[in-house]
Nanobody, 122 residues
C-alpha cells in the first residue's frame, strides 16, 4: 500500500515557474513507476510526465520530472507556464506489469494523491 501527498500548487503568472512535490509513504517506493497527471473539469485525466522521463507533447521542454528514492519523493519542475497548464495535478504510482507498457493511461496506476491546484493567470 502506498499513500501519496502532493504539494506546491498555487497561482502563478504566465511565464512563471512552480515545482510540485509528491511524497510517498509505504514500502518499496523505488519499485514504483511514478507519474504526474492533470485534470480540468469536464475532461479526462491527462498524462503529463513519468519517472522514465516520458512527457506529454504539450509540456515537453518546459516541465521536468525527477525522483529521489531516498526521500520517497517525485517532483515536477514546471517552467514557462501558460494558462492552458491550469489544472489539478495528481501524482500517481504503479508497479503492475502493464504500468510501464501503458504508462500514459491513468488506469495503469493503482495509487493516487489528492491533487494540487495549479492556476496560471495574470
Amino acid at each position: 500500500q502506498v499513500q501519496l501527498v502532493e504539494s506546491g500548487g498555487g497561482l502563478v503568472q504566465p511565464g512563471g515557474s512552480l515545482t510540485l512535490s509528491c511524497t510517498a509513504s509505504g514500502r518499496a517506493f523505488s519499485t514504483y513507476l511514478m507519474a504526474w497527471f492533470r485534470q480540468v473539469p469536464g475532461k479526462e485525466r491527462e498524462f503529463v510526465a513519468s519517472s522514465t522521463k516520458s512527457y506529454a507533447n504539450s509540456v515537453k521542454g518546459r516541465f521536468t520530472i525527477s525522483r529521489d528514492n531516498a526521500q520517497k519523493s517525485v517532483y515536477l519542475q514546471m517552467n514557462n507556464l501558460i494558462p492552458e497548464d491550469t489544472a489539478v495535478y495528481f501524482c500517481a504510482a504503479g508497479n503492475r506489469p502493464d504500468t510501464y507498457s501503458y504508462k500514459y493511461q491513468a488506469n495503469s496506476y493503482d495509487y493516487w494523491g489528492q491533487g494540487t491546484q495549479v492556476t496560471v493567470s495574470s
